[in-house]
């Protein structure tokens, strides 16, 4: 079962993982000086601290190079999308792992996943509401 919830050698490389996980994340020292002309104004910090997150995020979630939502669940998806059929999703958690669902969720519908990106031979998908389709993903951070 392990076997079938790894991700494949094109998205473990494009993560940067070697062997069993990946590089952790190292975050910037506040306190550390910025040799930049000027100070970032706020959009700036606000986009350096998202990326931050999101690099945090994917550390979390796939540093082991494993799926966390099962590769069969983004299938069924992708079929009943090419089928135009209408569905809704409902996720159920029993702890604290909805946060880690919705991010992996989000990133497929965006076409981010690192496995349904459109690289490495694998398909591109897309649920943002691009080319007239059901917008799946979450409005709120």
């Known amino acids: 079962m392990l076997k079938s919830l790894m991700l ?9 993982i070697t062997g069993d996980s990946m590089d952790p994340v190292e975050e910037e020292d506040p306190n550390q000086k910025r040799n930049d002309e000027g100070s970032d104004d706020e959009d700036t910090k606000a986009e350096r601290a998202r990326q931050l997150a999101d690099k945090k995020m994917r550390y979390k979630l796939f540093n082991e190079g494993r799926y966390n939502i099962i590769p069969s669940f983004f299938r069924t998806l992708m079929y009943l999308k090419k089928q135009k059929k209408e569905f809704s999703i409902a996720f159920r958690t029993f702890g604290e792992d909805l946060d ?3 991010y992996e969720f989000d990133k497929f519908c965006k076409g981010e996943h690192p496995c349904f990106n459109g690289r490495n031979n694998m398909p591109l998908v897309k649920m943002d509401g691009s080319k007239n ?4 993903r979450f409005k709120d951070d």
């Open 133 to 136: 389709s059901k917008d799946f």
């Open 100 to 102: 880690d669902v919705v």
């Open 8 to 16: 494949p050698k094109g998205a473990r490389e494009e993560l940067g």
